[in-house]
């Protein structure tokens, strides 16, 4: 179909059986046009192919269509609702630019892309789902969507605006990005200080943020099954939540939680997912604090190390708290990793402030992806995959066990074989 005839008024329009492909500029600008039937057989829509429909409400894009084209929809500014089928593989740049009253839409699980200004300032859309397989999504994808609150986005992206990742999300003050543990978007997240929740925490409705409150009132909340996961909070504990714009218990607030610690646990969640749990009757006021930062910086970029003294395959993540100095007490602090860690020892270290490495503690990641170490102050510190060598306080590293096994060993042979020959020569006194 090359156009639809100039001039007419029609507010619906009904595509010709036998018409297979939508081509460019079709509907440019039918601004009385509120609803459109494509028919089965149609296998593209061309580039501008709706462009400043202004009227279009709803469109549902049949089976078989392989490919959207650029702005192909551009300046819809009534449409609410579009269907697109699992046959699309292919949605172009700016497709859906503007489209400022869509509420919701469905990428299929064929697309590997979502281009450029793809859903720019659709200032209705609430929440989007990114599908396993797509590996980029292009700048000013979502920029001024103002009503985004949650974006879900699989591990399988590597490529976030590219040079750019902070024009994508540009203008989404409400967003809150859902992800993989340790994955591209969490490091996008920490980059351009967007709130992040590991997938698990995505909510049944994900136009909701995580905490309409965040912390002024600790809130109870007793696990029937405490062991289950060793990254849940303890039965009977005060669980203050803390969103990454909310990051800092005020004097008050802490004193409050210190004569609630008499009696239980206490566990601070961050948005990003670290927790802190403090043990039960163990925390004090910390002199000279009038308030508690707990917010932190989490990186997985490599090149931000001071002196890395490990290789870049041996670096897990880079984490700097806001707190500096003791905390209340020792705490058991719960850090995200990722599940492709799971199973597997990890090491924690403190950079002090001359650039030398501090050895703090090592675990086993559980299966959930999460690190859990025990400290008592705050600073910066990396997670690497083995003890390093020569840093204060390491254990030692496998090739120095082996040495002092066989140095063990071989001690353990001498001394036999002096017993052996003190043997010998008694018998032959006799």
Same mark, same amino acid.
């Given at each position: 179909m090359v156009r639809w005839p100039e001039g007419k008024q029609e507010s619906v329009a009904t595509i010709p059986e036998g018409v297979t492909s939508i081509g460019k500029e079709a509907f440019d600008n039918c601004s009385s046009l509120e609803s459109v039937t494509i028919p089965e057989g149609v296998t593209s829509i061309g580039d501008h192919?709706?462009?400043?429909?202004?009227?279009? &409400?709803s469109v549902t894009i049949p089976e078989g269509v392989t490919s /959207? =084209?650029?702005?192909a929809f551009d300046g819809c500014s009534s449409l609410k609702s579009v269907t697109i089928p699992k046959s699309v593989t292919s949605i172009g740049f700016g497709a859906f630019w503007n489209c400022s009253s869509l509420t919701s839409v469905i990428i299929p699980e064929g697309v590997t892309s979502v281009e450029g200004s793809t859903f720019r300032d659709c200032s209705s859309l609430t929440? /989007? &789902? /990114?599908? %396993?397989?797509v590996t980029e999504i292009g700048q000013f994808a979502f920029a001024d969507c103002s009503g985004l609150r949650s974006i879900v986005i699989p591990e399988s992206v590597t490529n976030i605006g590219e040079a *750019?990742? %902070?024009?994508?999300?540009?203008?989404?003050? !409400?967003? &809150?990005?859902?992800?993989?543990? =340790?994955?591209? +978007? !969490?490091?996008? +997240? *920490? @980059?351009? @200080?967007?709130p992040f929740q590991p997938l %698990?925490?995505?909510?049944q409705d994900p136009a909701q943020t995580p905490s309409e409150n965040p912390s002024q009132t600790p809130e109870q909340k007793p696990s029937e099954n405490p062991s289950e996961t060793p990254s849940q909070s303890p039965a009977d504990s005060q669980v203050i939540s803390l969103t990454a714009e909310q990051t800092t218990v005020s004097k008050a607030e802490m004193d409050n939680l210190i004569a609630e610690n008499k009696d239980s646990a206490v566990v601070i969640k961050l948005a990003d997912g670290i927790r802190f749990t403090f043990a039960k009757g163990t925390m004090k006021a910390v002199d000279g604090k009038n308030s508690y930062d707990f917010g932190a910086k989490v990186s997985s970029d490599y090149s931000g190390l001071k002196n890395p003294p490990i290789a870049k395959d041996e670096f897990v993540q880079a984490i700097s708290y806001n707190?500096?100095?003791n905390l209340p007490a020792e705490a058991s602090i719960s850090i995200p990793v990722g599940t492709k860690w799971a199973g597997k020892k990890l090491y924690y270290y403190e950079v002090t402030a001359n650039g030398t490495y501090k050895y703090v503690d090592s675990d086993t990641v559980d299966? @959930?992806?999460?690190? &859990?170490? !025990?400290?008592s102050h705050c600073s910066d510190y990396v997670i690497t995959t083995k003890a390093l060598a020569g840093a204060a306080g390491s254990p030692a590293t496998g090739d120095t066990g082996a040495a002092v096994l066989w140095t063990a060993v071989l001690l353990l042979a001498a001394g036999t074989l002096c017993a052996a020959v003190r043997k010998s020569r008694m018998s032959g006194v006799r």
């Open positions: 192919a709706f462009v400043y429909c202004s009227g279009l &409400t /959207i =084209g650029e702005e929440s /989007i &789902t /990114i599908p %396993e397989g *750019a990742s %902070e024009t994508v999300f540009d203008g989404c003050a !409400q967003l &809150t990005i859902y992800a993989p543990v =340790g994955s591209y +978007a !969490q490091k996008v +997240a *920490a @980059d351009n @200080d967007i %698990e925490n995505l909510p707190y500096s100095g299966k @959930d992806g999460v690190l &859990t170490v !025990q400290q």
